[in-house]
């Protein structure tokens, strides 16, 4: 059914067998945003690049373990540049940034925030960590095949900015090891909009005129219909409109269920292995589960272990009730 490793991801992974996975989704750690409170975590390091080169090493040995028609989908988010201040406003105190080790040692903390914003950064700069991430990929060979927008607008927490907009999105980008690999479309297909539908049988001011203005020369209504509009459904697009949920735990920054549900339902059939080198309070595999896929999860913290397994018991217990329970 399952494993959860606990255990740093490039150690972890190494225990993997070679071409044994189907899918990999996860979400790594954001650069500077959170302290997980364990010695060897990511996403504390002094400079974007570091952060990066990590990341494209344990995504590396994701490679070496997926099958050969396997792919990786990420969801990642930015960090800004700041002045070893204002970033960690929002109710974020430096204090509850610092793990106990670090508390004591504030002044190597300190200067770490400043090297971030010295580095090529201004105080305030966007560093556009996703796409420094999807790009290094690529140059480490992966094919990068899509940058998939997630819209959190409709519940997004309100920031206290005003010489911005609110940040609302975040990226999934999904990659493959190889030029071809599995992609189930069908599995992830949209509802059509019944607009959409309209507008092939009866153009676009209602008169079947699909022969002038955006539609010109394109044939007869049958035929836009058919070339344009399937009434089953539209292949998906790549903004994904779903709101943060209010999953409470301990863990908090784990990502909603229906966000990583299109990916492992594309990804992988059912029976197939679902990886997560970053767990974290267990999403991944407990959709895998819930979608009848195997789960294999790495994460560095060991208190989640209870999370996840709690999580997923839920799961079992739903999916398959004991018999001699009325
Ligand atoms: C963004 S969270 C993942 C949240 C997860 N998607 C969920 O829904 O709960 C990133 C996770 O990476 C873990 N982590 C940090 N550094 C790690 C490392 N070197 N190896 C493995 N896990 C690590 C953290 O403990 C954290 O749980």
Not at 74 to 103: F, H, P, W
Not at 233 to 258: C, L, M
Request: charged share 25%; with cysteine.
């Amino acid at each position: 059914m399952g494993q959860i490793i606990i255990d740093d991801a490039l150690n972890g992974l190494s225990q993997l067998k070679s071409e044994s996975v189907d899918v990999c989704v996860t979400s790594p750690p954001y650069y500077n945003l959170r302290n997980y409170d364990a010695d060897g975590q990511i996403g504390l390091e002094s400079t974007p690049q570091e952060y990066i080169n990590r990341l494209v090493a344990v995504f590396r040995e994701v490679k070496r373990v997926l099958k050969p028609d396997g792919t990786l989908w990420i969801v990642i988010a930015d960090s800004y540049a700041g002045s070893g201040k204002g970033r960690y406003k929002n109710g974020i105190t430096i204090e509850k940034m610092l793990s106990k080790k670090q508390q004591g040692n504030k002044g190597t903390w300190m200067g770490t925030l400043e090297k971030t914003t010295t580095n090529g950064y201004k105080p305030k700069d966007l560093i556009g960590i996703p796409w420094l991430l999807a790009f290094a990929l690529r140059d480490d060979g992966w094919f990068l095949r899509s940058d998939i927008i997630w819209d959190k607008s409709g519940n997004v927490f309100p920031e206290s900015v005003k010489d911005r907009c609110t940040k609302a999105h975040e990226y999934i980008f999904m990659l493959s090891k190889n030029r071809k690999y599995y992609y189930d479309a069908e599995a992830i297909k949209e509802p059509v909009a019944k607009s959409s539908l309209k507008r092939a049988k009866y153009g676009w001011h209602g008169k079947g005129d699909h022969g002038q203005g955006n539609y010109a020369g394109l044939g007869s209504v049958e035929k836009m219909g058919s070339r344009f509009v399937n009434a089953n459904g539209r292949n998906k697009r790549d903004v994904w409109h779903i709101n943060t949920h209010a999953y409470k735990n301990e863990h908090f920054a784990s990502y909603p269920p229906e966000l990583i549900r299109p990916c492992i339902l594309a990804g992988s059939k059912k029976g197939g292995i679902v990886l997560d080198p970053f767990i974290g309070s267990g999403t991944t595999a407990m959709v895998a589960l819930q979608e009848g896929r195997d789960y294999i999860g790495i994460d560095i913290q060991p208190k989640y272990k209870d999370l996840i397994e709690e999580r997923l018991a839920t799961v079992l217990f739903t999916q398959t009730p004991p018999q001699n329970i009325v």
